[in-house]
Structure formats: structure tokens, C-alpha cells
């Protein structure tokens, strides 16, 4: 039996259709992307290495952190541990089901951790870290199959601005500390 091609046509249509209602785009996860490397910036501003992340739900960003580590005094103050709390105060729940996480670097392991505990059910990472990379790059703790909950996860958006930002603060960092150095005089001179 031949298809009909109006049939062929209206079928090709209703996929296309059907396609076109993920709810997450590529051009959404480099939108978002975008607002995470905003927060980056913030850190930046702040003398902290530029790290940055939003959480969104339905089209709506609920909660948004940079890195703030030397700022606070703590560990805990990375821009994932901050997202997650502003997004649970958002929203009144710890589950964080139905969100999406965007971090320009990829989580480390307290971050990977807290986001697997909030049930965050996508991560969409900017740059890989194989200093502490928890999402593959050393451990994989979001897609981990002896965990109860597992994340989906979508490297590489933006990953060359995001990565840039970062290696711009260590080369102006290195720049500084060797300024500092051959300027440093121990006779006082
Ligand atoms: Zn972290």
C-alpha cells in the first residue's frame, strides 16, 4: 500500500510539531546560559573566580548565584549552593523537580551533590573542569546509576565564553602576583 503523500505530509507535520514542543530549546539553554554567565560576572566584580549559575522553571528564573567563597568566608558559598537556596525560597520546597540548572563551570562534588538532593531532574553545564568536575570529568556523581535520582545533563553551551571568563581571571591573577613580586623589595628600597 502507497502513502497517501497529503497523509505523508500532514504525518511529517505532526512530528515536526511534536519535536518543536520540547520544552527545552537550544536557543533557551543559550538564553539561560547567558544569565549564568551574568552571575559570573558579579563574582568577577567581587575579586572571585568567575562562577555563576540560574536555576529556571517554566520560562522563570527562581533563583541565581555567583561564586562568593572569599566574599563569605565559606565553602559553601559557591554559585550552585546559593541558587538552590534562593530557588527553594522561591518556590517554599526543597525539591526542585521540574527545574533546570545552568552553571557556566561544571559542578564539584558538594554542588553535584546538593543539586542530585534537590531532585533537579537537568543540568546544562558551560565548561568542563578537570580540577574538580563532578559530572564526568573526574566522577560522574549526576548520572550516577547506584543513586537513587540521576540528572540529565547537557555539556558545552557556551562552553568557550564560559571557559574564557575563567582563564582570564587566572592569566590577570598570575599577572598581578608576578607584578607583585618584582615590585616587592625586602630592603625597603
Ligand atoms: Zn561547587
Not at 562568593?68 to 526542585?96: F, Q
Not at 568536575?133 to 543513586?147: H, M, R, T
Amino acid at each position: 500500500m502507497t502513502c497517501n503523500p497529503a497523509l505523508k505530509l500532514c504525518l511529517t507535520f505532526v512530528i515536526l510539531m511534536t519535536m518543536n514542543a520540547d520544552p527545552h530549546t537550544e536557543k533557551d539553554d543559550i538564553f539561560y546560559m547567558k544569565k549564568a554567565l551574568a552571575q559570573a560576572r558579579l563574582a568577577l566584580r567581587h575579586g572571585e573566580v568567575p562562577i555563576g549559575c540560574v536555576i529556571v522553571r517554566d520560562g522563570e528564573i527562581i533563583g541565581r548565584g555567583y561564586n562568593r567563597r572569599n566574599t563569605d568566608r565559606t565553602s559553601l558559598s559557591h554559585a550552585e549552593m546559593t541558587a538552590i537556596r534562593r530557588a527553594n525560597k522561591a518556590i517554599g520546597d526543597w525539591r526542585l523537580e521540574d527545574c533546570t540548572i545552568y552553571i557556566t563551570l561544571e559542578p564539584c562534588q558538594m554542588c553535584a551533590g546538593a543539586i542530585i538532593q534537590a531532585r533537579i531532574p537537568r543540568v546544562v553545564i558551560g565548561a568542563a573542569s578537570d580540577k574538580s568536575g563532578s559530572a564526568g570529568s573526574i566522577v560522574n556523581i549526576l548520572e550516577n546509576p547506584d543513586f537513587m535520582h540521576q540528572a540529565e545533563v547537557i555539556r558545552g553551551v557556551l562552553e568557550e565564553e564560559c571557559s574564557a571568563l575563567i582563564r582570564g581571571f587566572f592569566r590577570d591573577m598570575r599577572a598581578a602576583n608576578r607584578q607583585q613580586a618584582t615590585t616587592f623589595h625586602p630592603d625597603g628600597s
